[in-house]
């Protein structure tokens, strides 16, 4: 099993960036596939950036492409979302996920498939 702490959320500006981290302890990181989820106001969670296991192959929603980057540090069993220009519709909880699964990046997209393993969540907001 693996543990999974967020940080890193807070308030923010529209046009701001933010960088959330994730904290992976319990079995090693580079045994999942990590993913980044949001929880927004009256809306279903949804994956919207998912990275490999050696950090080779990223996913990203069309409603982040561009703006947020998924990266990890396997050594320090750490994912991170490095969130830039953000939006007020990127006001969510936001959760770190992963799982051991062999799988390909597009199909956590689909919504078919839920990661196994989930953090608390950590909120941000961004205002207009």
């Known amino acids: 099993q693996v543990q999974l702490v967020e940080s890193g959320g807070g308030s923010v500006q529209a046009g701001g960036s933010l960088r959330l981290s994730c904290a992976a302890s319990?079995?090693?990181?580079?045994?999942?596939?990590m993913g980044w989820y949001r929880r927004a106001p009256e809306k279903q969670r949804e994956l919207f950036a998912a990275?490999?296991?050696?950090?080779?192959?990223?996913y990203y929603a069309d409603a982040v492409k561009g703006r947020f980057t998924i990266s990890r540090d396997n050594a320090k069993n750490t994912v991170y979302l490095k969130m830039n220009s953000l939006k007020p519709e990127d006001t969510a909880v936001y959760y770190c996920?992963?799982?051991?699964?062999?799988?390909?990046?597009?199909?956590w997209g689909t919504g078919r498939y839920g990661m196994n393993y989930w953090g608390k969540g950590t909120l941000v907001t961004v205002s207009s």
């Open positions: 996920a992963a799982d051991p699964s062999f799988r390909a990046l597009s199909d």
């Open positions: 319990g079995r090693t990181a580079s045994s999942y596939t």
């Open positions: 990275i490999s296991r050696g950090g080779d192959g990223t």
